[in-house]
Nanobody, 120 residues
């Protein structure tokens, strides 16, 4: 199984980025997909998730700014990030869950992260 996140970069506060996570080696439509982030010196944090049936969940700090979507035909999950803030700076990773729950220990497969840096 491979999950490859891409789309990170450096952006000014108030800007936008769109992250993608391409999956292979698994039946993508059978998994819920989550996005997580980890800032330096901090624990990994749940950002949001989209279930197999497209139910969507967000952590409070990103509600109204971030949007998760998935394209099962492309085995890809997306994270559209708008109105970015310096506190959104972190390494963002995607992960797959077969259980329908989305805390880090529940995730079955993880991808390498992509760095997002938001300057003030």
């Amino acid at each position: 199984v491979q999950l490859q996140a891409s789309g990170g970069g450096l952006v000014q506060a108030g800007g936008s980025l769109r992250l993608s996570c391409a999956a292979s080696g698994l039946t993508f439509s059978s998994y819920g997909m989550g996005w997580f982030r980890q800032a330096p010196g901090k624990e990994r944090e749940f950002v949001g998730a989209i279930s197999r049936r497209h139910f969507i969940y967000y952590t409070d700090s990103v509600k109204g700014r971030f949007t998760i979507s998935r394209d099962n035909a492309k085995n890809t999950v997306y994270l559209q990030m708008n109105s970015l803030k310096p506190e959104d700076t972190a390494v963002y990773s995607c992960a797959a869950s077969s259980s329908g729950t989305y805390s880090p220990p529940d995730m079955d497969h993880w991808g390498k992260g992509t760095q997002v840096t938001v300057s003030s």
